[in-house]
């Protein structure tokens, strides 16, 4: 195998750990989520890595298809980084905000449910074939985009903080990654809006509810994902 051939090879295995790299500093800035980094909270600056750990997910797939350097490893690399830019930085956000609000609590220790839930998604994605044109469970970038926006409206103003209704919410969304639901491909198959209505109508949601909530409408986005999952899923079964 040539130099070049193996530098072609490796680009999409490198922009993947950009991922990686992206996603650790997430963490990093997750554990330090009230600290002033030039005129930035540490969460949004967070928040900022986890947003280019996506890009770097999109890209790096991407990359691979146009260079025609598809790989098992590359496959394997993507799952592994996606665990920590995905389900640990949006769990160190959770695990912060508690510990700050609550120093002492328990509760803080819950939000690892979301890390643990995410890679035990990933590792059933990996060896699930059926799951090329829907996901069974909420796949793990959602549940990082849930977390965003429930941790803005937390840190943005921290009497939003009720210890039941967090616990609630990490028990529900890590369970929802883990559960036997299918969810709809964010992938269009086709622009006709009988076969995409709800991919446009979740568009539509996520365009209006950041336009009134800001970052905190992402987690409402999700949570309308989840919704019209729940009605596909049920017109496919009765179908």
Known sequence: MSILTTIKNNIPNSITCLNLVSGSLACIYALRGGDDFGGLFGYQVAFIMIAAAAVFDFCDGLVARLLHAVSAIGKELDSLCDAVSFGLAPALLVYNFIATASPGSPLCYLALAIAVCGVLRLARFNVDATQSTSFLGMPIPANAIFWIGFSNWL?????????????????????????????????????????????YLLIAAAIVLVAVQGVTGLASTIAVYILLSLITHSRTKRE
């Open 155 to 199: 840190y943005s103003d921290p009497t939003n903080y009720h210890p039941l209704l967090l616990a609630a919410a990490i028990i529900a969304i890590s369970l929802s990654m883990v559960c036997t639901l299918r969810m709809f491909s964010f992938k269009f198959k086709s622009f006709s809006l009988a076969a995409s209505w709800h991919r």
